[in-house]
Nanobody
């Protein structure tokens, strides 16, 4: 059973934009905190952005602040990550994550998606 399914990753040129989607089959408190992480080859998985259950609170890593926007549409059980002004440093596998709380902390994430690949070329 797959609880989180990401989509939207593709290859783009530097300066471009992408929107990732994460469709969730989870319910209740398991989706109180939703987040996006990314992992580049040979690097550790890093938190990118997270959003509260009602969508009112968003938090971002410094590296993406001002460029990425996380949002959610609970009626569709979907979380989005809009990414703008992309650079090669943004390349990697992007993972959707869910947890009752503190989903910005890798060890506290309860559910992970399979990931969607983003490649930014110069």
């Amino acid at each position: 059973q797959v609880e989180l399914v990401e989509s939207g990753g593709e290859s783009v040129q530097s300066g471009g934009s992408l929107r990732l989607s994460c469709a969730s089959s989870l319910a209740g408190s398991d989706t109180n905190c939703m987040a996006w992480f990314r992992q580049a080859p040979s690097k550790e998985r890093e938190w990118v952005a997270s959003i509260s259950g009602g969508g009112r609170r968003q938090h971002y890593a410094d590296s993406v602040k001002g460029r990425f926007i996380i949002s959610r549409r609970n009626s569709l059980n979907t979380v989005y990550l809009e990414m703008n002004a992309l650079s090669p440093d943004d390349s990697g596998m992007y993972y959707c994550a869910a947890s009752p709380s503190k989903c910005n902390i890798t060890d506290r994430v309860r559910y992970w998606g399979q990931g969607t690949q983003v490649t930014v070329s110069t």
